[in-house]
């Protein structure tokens, strides 16, 4: 049963990267990390997935450390539509599995 | 990957009644599930829609209050039943292939209870 623990806010400025580090201690095997964004009044939308060391997209990296018990999605030079609520979410879709989303973190870009 | 698409997109109803939200994906999936959020919080996971047998449902949730159907690979609907203040909030559908697959939300249903 993975639990997530995320910053509850983060600022940065345009132009910046961006990481936001998610903690999940109790990752099982076959649990896989992923990352979404929402905007108020949208649905949560898909931004990066992995199991474990990197993964880049052409919106973000994601960073799995051999333990898997952390991990950190990096957004490179966010601008201000970048503003929105990042859940990370660990999951497996098996019938063991539970799906639980973290609290989210609510990021702010300034100009 | 799959679209998703809720309706209605927002109601406001009695107390009493019940509701009945639909989603359609663009594709067959081999998973859809329904999630609730309260106005700046995070997601929870109400059930799983099972094609062809009764929902899953979370901790905390019941089949008399929340009925779920699932007819075919593509469609599945939510009742929000004999509703109470309590119940306004967000309804999201999601679907996925499971095996690993990410899901794809839709733009959920924001409900208010008079």
């Not at chain 1, 919106?59 to 201000?80: G, H, N, W």
């Not at chain 2, 663009?26 to 997601?43: A, C, E, I, K």
Request: glycine content about 6%; charged content about 15%.
């Amino acid at each position: 049963l993975a639990k997530t623990t995320q910053p509850i806010s983060m600022d940065s400025y345009e132009g910046q990267e961006v990481n936001i580090t998610c903690s999940h201690n109790n990752i099982a095997t076959n649990d896989y990390i992923t990352w979404y964004q929402q905007f108020p009044s949208q649905g949560p939308r898909f931004i990066i997935q992995g199991y474990k060391t990197k993964v880049t997209n052409e919106v973000a990296s994601l960073f799995i450390p051999a333990d898997r018990k952390s991990s950190t999605l990096s957004l490179p030079r966010v601008s201000l539509s970048d503003t929105a609520v990042y859940y990370c979410l660990v999951a497996s879709y098996s019938s063991a599995s539970k799906i639980i989303f973290g609290s989210g973190t609510r990021l702010s870009i300034r100009p | 990957s799959a679209v998703i698409s809720q309706k209605p997109s927002r109601d406001i109803c009695q107390r009493g009644t019940s509701l009945t939200i639909q989603c359609q994906v663009d594709s067959q999936v081999t998973m859809m599930f329904w999630y609730r959020q309260q106005p700046g919080q995070s997601l929870t996971l109400i059930a799983t829609a099972n094609q062809g047998s009764e929902a899953t449902y979370e901790s905390g949730f019941v089949i008399d209050k929340f009925p779920i159907s699932r007819p075919n690979l593509t469609f599945s609907t939510l009742t929000v039943s004999n509703m109470s203040p309590e119940d306004s909030s967000i309804y999201l559908c999601s679907a996925g292939q499971g095996q690993n697959q990410p899901q794809h939300f839709g733009d959920g249903t924001r409900l208010s209870i008079l």
